[in-house]
């Protein structure tokens, strides 16, 4: 069991706009920021967004994150077929004074 | 361009030990904390453990500490994780991964390929 929750999977169709879940209590994302990371099929993960809503240079603004209290959310608007991959969330979290991420969503482009 | 390059990996019994090495290149190795991320065949990621760079400060997940030591040699632009007693639930590709800064709690920019452990007998 994660610490932090995310729905398994998720579906859209392209130019969906589409949104993802994470959940998690005041130790983690309560406290801190979260981190999205983006993992295509058979590839390293990639950080997506940081410190709830920043965007790395190169990850286009069709991708945003947003937190309230102890929830966060991803999502994707013009949704492309090369989004199909794996999304985690990752909070620092002060009780175990460590990471923590979520189990990670899969999503299908239909 | 910056590159992490694990390696390592292989198959190991229950048990028994392993040392991993990422060596880096593209920044200056010095200035950023390092962490290890592992992902069992089929599963999430699960963090492992974070070496801060300014005063070597580490940090360990719950399953593997005692057992695994996370190190640095900022000459050698190397991290090392010194994996002991393995078991059969530390079967998983491992991922070295720069943070952004100095801080423990600094996301993850770059990440290596990994590298595949499989403890078994």
């Known amino acids: 069991q994660s610490v932090l929750t995310q729905p398994p999977s998720a579906s859209g169709t392209p130019g969906q706009r589409i949104t993802f879940s994470c959940s998690g209590s005041?130790?983690?994302?309560?406290?801190?920021?979260v981190n999205w990371y983006q993992q295509l099929p058979g590839t390293a993960p990639k950080l997506l967004i940081y410190?709830?809503?920043q965007r790395p240079s190169g990850v286009p603004d069709r991708f945003s994150g947003s937190k309230s209290g102890t929830s966060a959310s991803l999502a994707i608007s013009g949704l492309q077929s090369e989004d199909e991959a794996d999304y985690y969330c990752?909070?620092?979290?002060?009780?175990?004074?460590?990471?923590?991420f979520g189990g990670g969503t899969k999503l299908t482009v239909l | 361009e910056v590159q992490l390059l694990e390696s390592g990996g292989g198959l190991v019994q229950p048990g028994g030990s392993l040392r991993l090495s990422c060596v880096v290149s593209?920044?200056?190795?010095?200035?950023?904390?390092m962490n290890w991320v592992r992902q069992a065949p089929g599963k999430g990621l699960e963090w492992v453990s974070t070496?801060?760079?300014?005063?070597?400060?580490?940090y360990y997940a719950d399953s593997v500490k005692g057992r695994f030591t996370i190190s640095r040699d900022d000459r050698r632009n190397t991290l090392s994780l010194q994996m002991n007693s393995l078991k059969a639930e530390d079967t998983a590709v491992y991922y070295c991964?720069?943070?952004?800064?100095?801080?423990?709690?600094?996301?993850?920019?770059?990440w290596g390929q990994g590298t595949l452990v499989t403890v078994s007998s």
């Open positions: 991964a720069k943070g952004t800064h100095s801080s423990a709690w600094d996301p993850f920019d770059y």
């Open positions: 593209g920044f200056t190795f010095s200035s950023y904390v």
């Open positions: 070496i801060v760079n300014i005063d070597e400060t580490t």
């Open positions: 005041s130790s983690n994302i309560g406290g801190n920021t």
């Open positions: 410190s709830d809503h």
């Open positions: 990752a909070s620092w979290d002060d009780s175990v004074n460590g990471w923590v």
